[in-house]
Nanobody, 118 residues
Framework: VQLVESGGGLVQAGDSLRLSCAAS????????MGWFRQAPGKEREFVASISWIGGTPNYSDSMKGRFSISRDNAKNTVTLLMNSLKPEDTAVYYC????????????WGQGTQVTVSS
């Protein structure tokens, strides 16, 4: 399995940014895709997740309402749309994959840097 993130960059506070994660290497039914982030000096934190086969996405309470996760099954791509970005959203964003019903994410991308200037 290979996960490749893209779409990071430098933006200003209040801007929007769309991150993508392209998955390859196997079929993804029964899998859940998640986005995480890690800011300098901080632990990695959960952002959002979505199942490949449907269902309600999950969001971190602190990002609910500003961030939106979606998937394109035909393209094997998961997207994270981030609106009203704040300087505290600055972090490396990672996508990851796990089995439905499990909590551990087994596959991770290399990460993409998002920097929000004030």
């Amino acid at each position: 399995v290979q996960l490749v993130e893209s779409g990071g960059g430098l933006v200003q506070a209040g801007d929007s940014l769309r991150l993508s994660c392209a998955a390859s290497g196997r079929t993804f039914s029964g899998k859940v895709m998640g986005w995480f982030r890690q800011a300098p000096g901080k632990e990695r934190e959960f952002v959002a997740s979505i199942s490949w086969i449907g269902g309600t996405p999950n969001y971190s309470d602190s990002m609910k309402g500003r961030f939106s996760i979606s998937r394109d099954n035909a393209k094997n791509t998961v997207t994270l749309l981030m609106n009203s970005l704040k300087p505290e959203d600055t972090a490396v964003y990672y996508c990851a994959m796990r089995d439905v019903g499990r909590t551990r994410y087994d596959y991770w991308g290399q990460g993409t840097q998002v920097t929000v200037s004030s």
